[in-house]
C-alpha cells in the first residue's frame, strides 16, 4: 500500500515546528508501524536528508520508549497497543497518517518525535518504592499475599512508564501512571508502612513537575498499552484521604 | 599466557562464604571517598548501583536510554529461576548448581556457578520485600513453573513479564539512592572509550546523545553491565539499541574477550515476515510447558494445521528427547527445528514449526491457557494477525543471548584492575549455552549480592580520588572519541547504516550461525573485513555531530559489530568442537548431537586485543572440574 504521512519535524527545543509530508511508498501489511518509519528514514538518507527522529528500543512493547501521536491517538489506533506492536494491517491504502509527539507541559520535545519525559522519573524518585536496602529481609514466603491482593498489584504493576496517559489527557496529568505505582506497593504488605508517607510524596511531586491534575475524562485508560484501569485513580484518591490526617494534621477539617 | 581464574580453594559449598572472610573491606566512614562509574541500568546494572549506593559509594550511573528504567532486562518474559524447593519436588542449590553446569555443556567454573545457585535463593526474597509482585495461589505462598532443561519447577514468574518486574524493582531501589543524593544519573549517554591510567580502568568517555558533547568521567573504578552482542546478527530478540559498544571499546584499551562464539539461538521466536523486519520477536519458553512442537510428517505439507491429522504430525522433540520433551534446552530445541525446517518438512515459508496449544486447551480450558500467557497471545496475534487459541503458533529460532562476554575473574573484575564486569556482558556463569530464568537470576546475583563484596576488596587498596579527567590519558580518550565521531560523518557514501547492518547479519547468520564448519567460517573471516572496508568508504550518515543523530549513534554500533563479528567468527574457528549454542558441523553424532572435545577444550577463550589490523592473541584458562565429572550431555 502506498501512504501519506504528516509527520512532526521540529528541529530543537526552541524550534517552533512544523508537519512536513512524506510519501510511504510499497508498504507492507506484516510491517511495523516502526519499520513503515524506518524504511521512510532510509530513503532519507539516501537523498542526504535528516531522518525522522523517533524514540524506540526494545520492539516488543515492554520497555515504553516508544512515544507517538498517531492521527491525534497517542501509540494509534488499535487498542492496548504500543506503537511498535501497531502493524501496517491496521490501515489501508491512500491513507493520510499525522504524526506528532507526546504533547504535554511536562514533556518538553528535544527533536522530532522525542520528548523528555525525565519528569516521570522525579515522581518515582519522590517515594516511589519501598525503602528496603539489599540484604536482611525475611524468606519470600514469610508473609503470605492473598492471591487477589497479588495480582490486583501486578495489574497497577504492568505499567511500562511509557506517558501516553500524559499524552491523552486534557490537563497533561500523570495521574493513571502515578496511580499504578502507589495501587501496587499499596496493596502489597510490604509496602504498607510507607504508603501515607508515599502517595503524599508523589502526589506533590507530579504537580511540582508541571503535570494537570485529574477531571476524570478516562483518556488515560482508553490510551494507555497495558490497559491500566481508571480504578487505580480511585484506589489512588482514597489512599491520598487516608493519608492526609496521618501526615497533615487538621487538614480534614479545612 | 595461562589465565587465573581465581576461584578459591576448599569444599565447593564453601568457597563463597570463605572467600568473603578473605575479602577486604572499606569501612563505612572510607565508602563516601570513592566514586564509582557504572555503564547500564539494566538488572545488573540498577542492582549493583543501588546496592553499593546504600552502603555509601558515590555512583554515577550511564545508560543510553531516556531513562534508567528501560534496559532490555525489561523485555525477560518467563521468570528466574531459584533453589527454593517450595514445591517439595526435589530441587536443592545442588541440583541448579548442577543442572546449570550441565546445560552450559561443562564450559563454565564450577565455583561461580555454585555461587550463583546459593544466591539464587537472596534474590527472591530481596525481589519481594521490594514489592515484585510475583504469581501467588489462593493461599497466599509464592508459585513456580517448569523451564527448559530441568526436571523440577524452580521458577518463579510475575505473569509474562517477570523481566520487567524485576527490573522496576532494581529501578526503584536505584531511584531511592538517586533521591538520597547517593547516585547520579546519566540517561541518554552512551559510552564510547575505557579511560585506563597505570594499567587500571580509573574512567570513561561519553557521548550525551542529545547535545552531541564528549565529555569524561573519573571514577575509582568501572562496571560494566552493558549488556550483551547479539545485534552482531542484526536481527535477534535484543533491543535496538543493544549493542557490543561499552564492552568491544574496553576490549581495545585491554580488557580480555572471552568465548565469544557462545551465543544462544531461542527456539521460540516469530518467524522474519520480510527483508523490512527491524527485530524478531520471542515467545517466552514457558510456551513450551503447555505447547506441543510439531511438523507435518509428510514434506511440504500445503495442508492448514487443524486438517493435518493426528499421525500425520511428528512431535520431534517429544519425539527425540522422551525425558524433557518439549522442555528440551534452547540449542537442542533450536538446532531441532533448523533440521527439520532444511530437511523440507518446514511450516509457513518453510521456516517455521508449530507450537501447537490445542490439547492443553482441551485439557485445562482457554480461560486457564488465558490466564497463563494471554499477554503472549495477544502479542503474537498483533505481529502475525493470527489468533493461537484457535491456530498452532509458528515458531522458529532467533539470536536471542550472548553467554561470551568480557572475561572475569571470581571477583568479577576483568584482567585490568578497576574494571568490573556484570550481567550477560560478562562470560562467567552460563557456559557455553543458557538456561532459560537463569539470565534474570545472574543479573541480580552479580549486582546485589557478589560486587559488593568484591569491589572492596579492590578499592580497599587504593587511595580515592586520585586520577583526574584533567591527566593526559582521559585527553587522549576525548581526542579518539571525537576523531572517530568525525570520522564517520566524513565517510558521506552511498550506502545507510542499516544496509551494512543487514549485510552483516547475513553474513554472521550464515557462516556463522547455528551450524558453523571451518569453510563457513573461513568465508566469513573473508567477508567482514571486506564489508568493513567499504563501510569506511561508503556509508552515509546525515546531519551533524552537535545534536541527537541516531543514525550517528548507529554508525558508532555498526562500526564495532564489524570488528566484533570477525573475532566472534575466529573463535568459532578455534573452537574445533561442538558445545552448547556452537555447533560446529564437524563434530555430530549420526543423529546430530553435538560432539565435545573435552581432551582439546576444556579451557576458556579470552581474547586479547590484537591492534588495528593485527592478529588477535588467545590466552587460555583451564577449567577443572572437581565435584562433576564431564559427560555426555543428554536429555534423551
New interface residues.
Partial sequence: MNLTLHVWRQKGPNDKGRLERYQAKDVSPDMSFLEMLDEVNEQLVKEGREPIVFDHDCREGICGTCSQVINGQPHGPQAETTVCQLHMRQFKDGDEIYIEPWRARAFPVIKDLVVDRSAMDRIIESGGYISVSTGGVPDANAILIPKADADTAMDAAECIGCGACVAACPNGSAMLFVSAQVSQLAKLPQGRPEAARRVCSMTDTMLDQGFGNCSNHYECEAACPKGISVKFIAMLNREYLKALPKLKPGSMSN | MILDGKCPSGPLADKWDNHRQDLKLVNPANKRKYTILVVGTGLAGA?AA??LA?LGYNIEAFCY??????G?S??AHGGINAA?N?QNDGDSIYRLFYDTIKGGDFRAREANVYRLAQISN?I????????V??????????QNRSFGGAQVSRTFF??G?TG??LL?GA???F??Q??AGQIR?H?RTEMLDLVVVDGEAKGITVRDL?SGEIRSYAGDAVILASGGYVNVYNLS?N???SSVTAAWRAHKKGAFFANPCYTQIHPTCIPV??D????L??MSESLRNDGRIWVPKNKNDQRPPHQIPEDERDYYLERKYPSFGNLAPRDIASRAAKQVCDAGYGVGSGRGVYLDFAASIERLGEDTIRARYGNLF??YQ??T?EDAYQQPMRIYPALHYSMGGLWVDYNLQSNLPGLFVLGEANFSDHGANRLGASALMQGLADG??VI?YTIANYLAGITPGKVRTNSDEFRDSTAQVEGMTNKLLAVNG?K????FHRELGHIMWEEVGMARSEASLTTALEKIPALREEFWDNV????SGN??N??LEKAGRVADYLEFGELLARDALNRDESCGGHFRVEHQTEDGEAVRDDENFTYVAAWEYGGSGKAPQLHKEPLSFENIELAVRSYK
Fill in positions: 542492582s543501588a546496592t546504600e536510554q531516556d531513562t534508567p528504567r528501560r532490555h525489561i523485555a527454593k517450595y537472596n527472591i526474597d530481596q525481589c519481594v520485600a521490594q514489592g509482585p510475583f504469581a501467588r495461589d489462593y493461599a497466599g505462598y509464592l510475575a505473569r513479564q520487567q518486574q522496576l529501578y526503584r531501589a531511584s531511592r538517586v533521591h544519573v540517561p542529545v530478540t533491543a535496538t539499541g515476515s520480510g523490512h523486519q527491524s527485530k520477536t520471542l495477544d502479542m498483533r505481529i494477525g546485589y549480592f559488593p552511498r545507510t547504516v542499516n544496509e552515509r550518515i546525515p546531519g545534536d541527537l541516531q543514525e
